[in-house]
């Protein structure tokens, strides 16, 4: 079956620190990526979407500027979060769609990245 | 507006037991419905989806859904539940007639399978 694969899976650093999540797709090509922030019990926040080789689609309320997301090829797409503070401490999860990027197609997801920011 | 509901924080079952998980759904079309399963600190599991056709869908791990689009439900179903079962699960939705591909989660409930 289609496998992504994040990278770390637990972050630990100092406030003001810039951290990068990797997150590949290991066996297809992923032509959309999303990546996710996830509270503790709660769903799946979508911080943004990014289609191989165009800027990313950043949902309203996400910085930008704070986030910063790169989809150079059809298997990495890497979130970085720049500057961190204890405020963005949570769960990032990243998904991946291939065959071509139809909308009925399901979305495979790593394993997730906690970020703790002291 | 799109959306989806799970109308359960948590479902308990005892082990043998027939499950059911709750999903609702309100979209502007036809929709792509999908599960997926979450465990402590991993990220989401695609278990089935709903396209078209067959109303019963069959998944992964013995898990099944059944579409009713009158009722504008998509529950999650098991015959016999496993203690390994235990997990969050999460009903999505994407509007195929949309402007956007993005899905849409529900809150998530809590599978708990009592030995």
């Known amino acids: 079956g289609a496998v992504v694969s994040q990278h770390p899976s637990w972050v630990i650093c100092k406030s003001g620190t810039s951290v990068k999540i990797e997150c590949r797709s290991l066996?297809?090509?992923?032509?959309?990526m999303f990546w996710y922030r996830q509270f503790p019990k709660q769903s799946l926040m979508l911080m943004a979407t990014?289609?191989?080789?165009?800027?990313?689609?950043?949902e309203q309320g996400v910085e930008k500027d704070k986030f910063l997301i790169n989809h150079a090829s059809l298997t990495l797409s890497t979130l970085t979060v720049t500057s961190a503070h204890p405020e963005d401490s949570s769960f990032y999860i990243c998904?991946?769609?291939?065959?071509?990027?139809?909308?009925?197609?399901?979305?495979?997801f790593g394993d997730g990245t906690r970020l703790s920011i002291l | 507006a799109q959306s989806v509901a799970q109308p359960e924080d948590q479902v308990n079952v005892a082990e043998g037991n027939p499950l059911t998980v709750k999903c609702t759904y309100s979209?502007?079309?036809?929709?792509?419905l999908f599960w997926y399963v979450q465990y402590p600190n991993r990220g989401l599991q695609f278990l089935l989806k709903?396209?078209?056709?067959?109303?019963l869908v069959k998944g992964s791990y013995g898990f099944e859904a059944e579409f009713n689009k009158s009722q504008t439900s998509f529950h999650l179903k098991k015959p016999s539940a496993l203690v390994s079962d235990s997990a969050l699960y999460f009903c999505?939705?994407?509007?195929?007639?949309?402007?956007?591909?993005?899905?849409?989660f529900g809150t998530g409930t809590l599978l708990a399978v009592q030995p």
């Open positions: 998904s991946a769609r291939g065959e071509g990027g139809y909308s009925n197609q399901p979305q495979h």
């Open positions: 990014s289609n191989e080789g165009s800027k990313a689609t950043y």
């Open positions: 999505a939705v994407r509007d195929r007639g949309g402007a956007t591909n993005k899905l849409i």
């Open positions: 709903y396209i078209t056709g067959d109303n």
């Open positions: 979209v502007s079309g036809n929709p792509y």
């Open positions: 066996d297809f090509q992923a032509t959309t």
